[in-house]
């Protein structure tokens, strides 16, 4: 095959093997070790290899702009290492808001990078866009855990709500579970943190 060809036939390989790979991904949500806590990539609450390895794909994907504008990654700095680090997320929608969840709690290295540089982050889908992320109170939170889950079937298994559950079951937890709105930077807020390497997971 010669080297036009060849290079053709890229995009539907690549088409080819991000199909399957979706496809067995949605046939894991259907097993016990999803439901139970997504074993697969999680151990003990936290992302193991499998895990991060998973992330750093979905980051890869997220900084191409591949797939809906809600499926982001997300970048931090360590406030002791300086270190950059990013993770994929679903972004919930809301009342006209965009919202960052994290679906291991407080657990999520990335809750607080955030809180210690006052909400500054950068969020990627495609370009880089600069972003002041401003913690929700848990008191509101209730609405945009449960449309969070409506949309990040990767964040079922973690917060003990079944999606369609009232909105009393989300308020129930919602202590446990961060969640942060998108607001763009207005002049004089500074900038958020550089692209940097991959850290962490929690691909919602």
Request: hydrophobic residues 40%; without cysteine.
């Amino acid at each position: 095959m010669d080297p036009e060809r060849r290079a053709s036939r890229i995009p539907v390989v690549a088409a080819g093997i991000l199909g399957s790979l979706g496809i067995a991904y949605g046939l894991y949500h259907r097993t016990r070790w999803f439901r139970e806590g997504n074993r697969l990539f999680y151990s003990s609450g936290r992302p193991n290899r499998a895990g991060r390895l998973f992330g750093d794909f979905w980051v890869a994907v997220d900084k191409r702009g591949v797939g809906p504008a809600w499926m982001v990654s997300l970048e931090t700095v360590g406030p002791r290492t300086g270190r950059r680090s990013s993770i994929p997320l679903v972004l919930a929608d809301w009342d006209g808001a965009q919202y960052a969840v994290s679906m291991l709690g407080e657990r999520s290295p990335w809750v607080h990078n955030v809180r210690a540089a006052g909400g500054l982050a950068v969020l990627r889908h495609g370009a880089p866009r600069s972003v002041r992320l401003v913690e929700v109170p848990p008191g509101e939170r209730a609405p945009i855990l449960k449309a969070y889950l409506a949309r990040a079937a990767g964040g079922r298994p973690h917060i003990p709500v079944d999606k369609d559950a009232p909105l009393a079951e989300f308020a129930a937890v919602a202590v446990d579970f961060p969640v942060f709105r998108v607001d763009p930077l207005t002049q004089g807020d500074g900038s958020g943190p550089e692209a940097g390497t991959s850290a962490d997971s929690e691909a919602g």
